[in-house]
């Protein structure tokens, strides 16, 4: 209960320190995108350091903080090409920038320093660039709303999820890559983001109660997604927690898993469901 007490303390705090910062907007969220996504790749790269993996450590910082400035929505009213972004011409210049220094000065193993660089960069900066870009779908106040969803869904979600799993949880979800998650935990975790989402989507009228539901499963999917995917990366790499920074959830990958996914899952979903209509 100890255990609890302190995850769920850390989860409140959490919830309004980042809420507070989405209110205030772009200026508040873009130095604290950019201090998220330099320390979690630190911690991503204290990882790949205890398995002897090296990475290009200033150049992942450098292109973490550009590709989190080119998700500013200031730069849609000014797309490099027609459908383009700016963030595309960002990743692009820096695959083909470790590409050209592997060349130039290659290392011990130049293609698993490129491998695990790019995947640094797609993992973190590139998936948080899209809480920038959700928070202005389509503008800055509905976004704010459209926000809101997958944080508090997320959060109920990790709530239901721990209780569902704690009091009931009998069947592993999967064993190979996190043995604690169980498949009453998911189940949980569904129920208590379905009741959030609805209960906004009655209150707002956004969505009707089968949209919210899709939305749910969804969110819900995405969230475990998130939340295995940073497992499976931990467990290739030999490591139980990402860091010790966060009292209760490690470090600041094990707390943002969940959302790394659920944020891109809802603009998404955004933009195929509800703007092209």
């Known amino acids: 209960m100890e255990t609890l007490s302190t995850r ?9 320190i980042v809420s507070a910062i989405v209110w205030i907007g772009w200026w508040a969220m873009l130095p604290a995108l950019v201090f998220v996504s330099v320390m979690g790749l630190y911690e991503y790269i204290r990882m790949l350091d205890r398995n002897d993996i090296d990475v290009r450590r200033a150049s992942l910082g450098v292109f973490a903080a ?22 595309e011409v960002v990743l ?13 000065r290659p290392g011990e193993r130049p293609l698993e320093r490129v491998v695990y660089s790019v995947f640094g960069l797609l993992y973190i900066p590139w998936l948080l660039g899209y809480f920038l870009l ?27 999820g721990f209780f569902g799993g704690y009091y009931f949880g009998r069947r592993k979800l999967a064993p ?44 819900a999917s995405a969230s475990q997604l998130g939340d295995l995917a940073e497992s499976l990366v931990k467990r ?9 920074s966060l009292p209760g959830h490690g ?27």
Do not use: H
Request: hydrophobic share 55%; no cysteine.
């Open 134 to 160: 959700l928070r202005y779908s389509p503008d800055a106040t509905a976004g704010l709303l459209y926000f809101a969803l997958p944080l508090l869904a997320t959060f109920a979600a990790d709530i239901g």
């Open 251 to 277: 470090g600041f990958l094990d707390r943002i898993d969940s959302l790394l996914f659920a944020v891109p899952a809802t603009y998404l979903f955004l933009q195929i469901s509800v703007f092209s209509r």
């Open 176 to 219: 190979e890559v996190s043995p604690g998650k169980t498949v009453e935990g998911a189940i949980g975790g569904l129920l208590a983001g379905f009741l959030i989402v609805l209960a906004i989507a009655s209150l707002t009228g956004i969505w009707s109660p089968l949209e919210s539901l899709l939305y749910s499963i969804l969110v």
């Open 236 to 244: 290739a790499l030999k490591t139980k927690d990402s860091g010790t």
């Open 92 to 104: 692009t210049v820096a695959v083909a920038y470790l590409l050209v220094m592997e060349v130039v």
């Open 66 to 87: 550009a590709i989190i400035v080119a998700s500013l929505p200031i730069w849609a009213q000014t797309p490099p090409w027609p459908g383009g972004s700016w963030r």
């Open 8 to 16: 769920v303390l850390t989860s409140v705090v959490g919830f309004a």
